[in-house]
Every structure is written in C-alpha cells, then in structure tokens.
C-alpha cells in the first residue's frame, strides 16, 4: 500500500510540472507569430504585423512608438528603412527560432537600435 501511494504521489507531482500553455512554453509575442519566418504579410498571424524583406521574412509589428506597444518578449526597434518594428528579444539563438525553419535561422543580435535605448538588450534578426 506504501509504495502505491509513492508511485501515485510521484505521477502526480511530475505531470503537475508541465506548462499550462498549450504550446508549452514562450513569451506572448512567440504565441504571437513575432519574429516567425513568412514569405508575405498574410503569413503574419496578428493584424499590425508586417512581412519583413529579410531571407526567409520576419513577422515584426508595424509603428511601435515605444516598448509598451508591442507584447511581451518583443521590444520596439528601428530597421535599417527608419521605421519601428517589434521585434522578439532573446539572451540566445535559440529564443529566436521557436517560430522559424532551420534554414532561416535568426541570430541574437546586440547590433539593433531599440526605441527606448534598452542598452544590454538583444534582438533576433534573421540573415538579411
């Protein structure tokens, strides 16, 4: 009876350490679409995301003015065309290409300009 009640415990307490989210895991801007690959704007999952020309695309949110304007795990930046977009942040590589194929993989980049000077922040950016 003993170890039946261990066993029992021990399922119990391992399936209760899973994510709640259905996709197990990821910010609000993943579940979002922000950063995904894309080869037009209709491949963006949210109204306001644009298709971005870099190789393989980039579903970034158009005309942020800060970083409260795009969701959480995305900062506002400005692309090389002098427009904001939100971008998905990252500490890795692998944060940004939860959305992405392999042969489109994104880098995390120190090398963006983000809006509200987020110094020590990275972005990911595909390969142009």
């Known amino acids: 009876m003993r170890s039946t009640l261990l066993v029992l415990t021990l399922a119990l307490s391992i399936g209760a350490c899973g994510d709640d989210d259905d996709d197990h895991g990821g910010t609000q801007a993943d579940k979002l679409g922000v950063g995904a690959a894309c080869a037009k704007t209709d491949d963006c999952t949210i109204e306001g995301q644009i298709c971005l020309p870099f190789k ?4 970034g949110i158009a005309d942020c003015k800060a970083n409260t304007d795009c969701p959480d795990g995305s ?3 400005t692309h090389d065309d ?3 977009y ?3 942040v990252c500490i890795d590589k692998v944060d ?3 959305n992405r194929p392999v042969e489109f993989e994104a880098n995390c980049s120190s090398n963006v300009t983000f809006v509200d000077g987020k110094k020590g922040s990275k972005a990911c950016v595909p390969p142009s």
């Open 56 to 59: 393989g695309g980039y579903c």
């Open 75 to 77: 900062l506002c930046v």
């Open 82 to 84: 002098g427009k904001n």
């Open 86 to 88: 939100c971008f998905r």
């Open 96 to 98: 940004c290409n939860r």
